[in-house]
């Protein structure tokens, strides 16, 4: 089992940078696969960037592309998510999520474990 905690968010103007991280407990991080989604009011959650166990296969959804970036640090237990260019649009509560398992996965469904998530408010 894995306990993750994210950390970072906050109100950043349009065109602004944050830097979200989510730190897991747990001994065997570097053996999951490792998700960041978000969830604005009255949306579903949606996948934002995922990562595979070995940080070497990454998924970005279009609309961060080339904004946003997943990254992770197994020596230290923890997933990143750098988002710059930020726009009024990806306000929402972003989410990290973990599943132990080989592979990339983008699907919320396929995932277990959960953070309680982190505001993220972009002011136009």
């Known amino acids: 089992q894995v306990q993750l905690v994210e950390s970072g968010g906050g109100l950043v103007q349009a065109g602004g940078s944050l830097r979200l991280s989510c730190a897991a407990s747990?001994?065997?991080?570097?053996?999951?696969?490792m998700g960041w989604f978000r969830q604005a009011p009255g949306k579903e959650r949606e996948v934002v960037a995922a990562?595979?166990?070995?940080?070497?296969?990454?998924y970005y959804a279009d609309s961060v592309k080339g904004r946003f970036t997943i990254s992770r640090d197994n020596a230290k237990n923890t997933v990143f998510l750098q988002m710059n260019s930020l726009k009024p649009e990806d306000t929402a509560v972003y989410y990290c999520?973990?599943?132990?398992?080989?592979?990339?996965?983008?699907?919320?469904?396929?995932?277990?474990?959960w953070g309680q998530g982190t505001q993220v408010t972009v002011s136009s």
């Open positions: 999520a973990a599943e132990q398992r080989a592979g990339l996965i983008t699907r919320r469904k396929e995932y277990e474990y």
């Open positions: 747990g001994r065997t991080f570097s053996s999951y696969a």
């Open positions: 990562m595979d166990w070995s940080g070497l296969i990454t």
